[in-house]
T-cell receptor, first 119, second 111 residues
Framework: EAQVTQNPRYLITVTGKKLTVTCSQNMNHEYMSWYRQDPGLGLRQIYYSMNVEVTDKGDVPEGYKVSRKEKRNFPLILESPSPNQTSLYFC??????????????????FGPGTRLTVL | EDKVVQSPLSLVVHEGDTVTLNCSYEVTNFRSLLWYKQEKKAPTFLFMLTSSGIEKKSGRLSSILDKKELFSILNITATQTGDSAVYLCAVGALSGNQFYFGTGTSLTVIP
C-alpha cells in the first residue's frame, strides 16, 4: 500500500531535549516536505527536499533541521525544542518531473501527523 | 509576501444544500492550485488546477481556477454529513518549489 508513515504519532517532551520525528514514503517520490499546522495559521511549510542531499527552507525553518540521505526518508530534527514548537506536524511527499517532459504533479500525499507537545 | 486566503472561515449548512468555498491567492510565479479535504487527520487530495476556466469534477465536487483574478472556487452540491471537514487550498510556486496553504474553511453539514 502506497503510504507516508511518521513516527512517533504523539510525543510529549521537555524544553531543550533533542528529538527526531521520522518520515518515510514507499512511493519512490522525489519531493518530500514537512509542515506544521496551528489553529488559525493553517499549514506552514518548514523544510522541503527535491531529492537526496537537496533540502531548502520553507516559511518557518527556525529551530528545525532536516536531512535527506535516502530517497524514502526525511527526518525532522528539533535540536532544542521550545514550547512554541508545540504543534501538529505533517510530512508529505510527491513526484517531481523527470526528463521525459511529463508535467510535474504537485499532488502531495500526507502522513498521519505527529502531535508534539513541548513543556 | 506570498499568501493564500480562504473564505468563509467556517460554514454550517443542512444536508442537500450547495456550498461554494473560495480561495484567493497572491503567489509569485504561480504553478498550481490544489484543494485538499482534512477530516481530523491528514489532508487528502481533491483537485489540482493549473489552467484557467477548466472545471475539474469528481462526483458532487467541482472546482475551477481564474488565473486572471487570482482565485479558485470549490463547489459541493447536495451536501452530505460526510462532507463535514476542513477544506484546504494550497498554491505551488515555480520558484523554490514551495507550497502556500490557506487557513482552511471548516464545513459542517447538519442532517
Amino acid at each position: 500500500e502506497a503510504q507516508v508513515t511518521q513516527n512517533p504519532r504523539y510525543l510529549i517532551t521537555v524544553t531543550g531535549k533533542k528529538l527526531t520525528v521520522t518520515c518515510s514514503q514507499n512511493m519512490n517520490h522525489e519531493y518530500m516536505s514537512w509542515y506544521r499546522q496551528d489553529p488559525g495559521l493553517g499549514l506552514r511549510q518548514i523544510y522541503y527536499s527535491m531529492n537526496v542531499e537537496v533540502t531548502d527552507k520553507g516559511d518557518v525553518p527556525e529551530g528545525y533541521k532536516v536531512s535527506r540521505k535516502e530517497k524514502r526518508n526525511f527526518p525532522l530534527i528539533l535540536e532544542s525544542p521550545s514550547p512554541n514548537q508545540t504543534s501538529l506536524y505533517f510530512c508529505a511527499s510527491s513526484q517531481f518531473p523527470g526528463t521525459s517532459g511529463i508535467s510535474r504533479t504537485d499532488t502531495q500525499y500526507f502522513g498521519p501527523g505527529t502531535r508534539l507537545t513541548v513543556l | 509576501e506570498d499568501k493564500v486566503v480562504q473564505s468563509p472561515l467556517s460554514l454550517v449548512v443542512h444536508e442537500g444544500d450547495t456550498v461554494t468555498l473560495n480561495c484567493s491567492y497572491e503567489v509569485t510565479n504561480f504553478r498550481s492550485l490544489l484543494w485538499y479535504k482534512q477530516e481530523k487527520k491528514a489532508p487528502t487530495f481533491l483537485f489540482m488546477l493549473t489552467s484557467s476556466g477548466i472545471e475539474k469534477k469528481s462526483g458532487r465536487l467541482s472546482s475551477i481556477l481564474d488565473k486572471k483574478e487570482l482565485f479558485s472556487i470549490l463547489n459541493i452540491t447536495a451536501t452530505q454529513t460526510g462532507d463535514s471537514a476542513v477544506y484546504l487550498c494550497a498554491v505551488g510556486a515555480l520558484s523554490g518549489n514551495q507550497f502556500y496553504f490557506g487557513t482552511g474553511t471548516s464545513l459542517t453539514v447538519i442532517p
